[in-house]
């Protein structure tokens, strides 16, 4: 009985203090401004930073060699 009711307190303890961790964060701020806005029919493109890029070669050099391998020779 003992061993249940620690138990018990125990898991209520730790989903109270798991829905206090849980809680969502405040939204971001808006991002600055830098510059006059481009004309309303120009649009921006976004930017790829070179660890996203080498991400992304990775995987496709990663999915060709799977491919690669699966065929029958």
Partial sequence: MLK???T???TLG???SAQAWWAPPP????????GPPPP???HRAPEI????ALAG????A???AVLRGRRTK
């Fill in 14 to 16: 730790m989903s109270a």
């Fill in 40 to 42: 309303p029919h120009v």
């Fill in 8 to 10: 018990l307190v125990l």
């Fill in 4 to 6: 249940t009711a620690a």
């Fill in 49 to 52: 930073d070179p660890s996203s």
């Fill in 27 to 34: 939204p971001p701020p808006p991002p600055p401004s830098w």
């Fill in 57 to 60: 070669l990775t995987l496709l």
């Fill in 62 to 64: 990663g999915g060709l």
